[in-house]
């Protein structure tokens, strides 16, 4: 893949204490190996010495990430993306702060490309941007996300009007390659 496809191109990722190392990881390095700029945003209580501690399949402590921003300091209109890592513990920490909803929930209004994997779908469902949507996650999430009047599919990714989402690490490869895809097209206007 190209390293300037997504030249001048920054990508929020969106992460507390919790989150699944590797839906951190394998999305953030896709990106930047198509040429884009990544900055690691958290929340409040998310962070431990400037850094989220990372997790393997939510029980076992993995790399620790220094936080770049807080995200009640940054705007939608500073990024083009939002990465939306899961792990259990991290999307149950980001859809209780305020702050972090309504980004999330901004930024899906702005139509710039979001990508949501495993259990971060739940942060969706908190900012009330999944209703008429079709997505994809995790398979616990799913009742949440019919609830929450999405259409829910079972496969490996789902893009709705630069809406990705995926279901579980074993699906990166195909998440991280929409992403980029997405990032290219740019924001989408319904």
């Keep these: 893949m190209s390293?300037?496809?997504?030249?001048?191109?920054?990508?929020?990722?969106?992460?507390?204490s919790g989150v699944e190392q590797d839906e951190l990881v394998q999305p953030r390095d896709a990106v930047r190996a198509a040429g884009a700029r990544t900055v690691l945003?958290?929340?409040?209580?998310?962070?431990q010495d400037g850094k989220v501690q990372a997790m393997r399949s939510d029980i076992?402590?993995?790399d620790l990430f220094t936080v770049e921003a807080m995200v009640?300091?940054?705007?939608?209109?500073?990024?083009?993306a939002l990465?939306?890592?899961?792990?259990?513990?991290?999307?149950d920490k980001l859809r209780q702060d305020e702050k972090?909803?309504?980004?999330?929930?901004d930024f899906v209004a702005s139509g710039k490309p979001v990508a949501a994997i495993c259990h971060a779908p739940w942060t969706l469902i908190e900012a009330d941007v999944v209703r008429g949507r079709t997505l994809t996650s995790w398979p616990s999430l799913r009742t949440d996300l019919r609830n929450a009047g999405a259409t829910v599919v079972d496969q490996e990714v789902v893009s709705d009007?630069?809406?990705?989402?995926?279901?579980?690490?074993d699906d990166l490869p195909a998440f991280c390659n929409k992403i980029i895809e997405e990032m290219a097209a740019?924001?989408?206007?319904?």
Excluded: C, M, Q
């Design 161 to 169: 009007n630069g809406l990705v989402t995926s279901r579980s690490p």
């Design 60 to 62: 076992e402590p993995a």
């Design 186 to 190: 740019g924001p989408h206007r319904s």
């Design 72 to 80: 009640g300091d940054v705007s939608v209109d500073d990024f083009d």
């Design 83 to 91: 990465i939306l890592p899961g792990g259990a513990v991290n999307p």
């Design 3 to 16: 390293s300037a496809l997504l030249a001048d191109k920054k990508v929020a990722i969106l992460a507390a």
């Design 41 to 47: 945003v958290s929340v409040d209580g998310g962070v």
């Design 100 to 105: 972090a909803v309504a980004f999330v929930h």
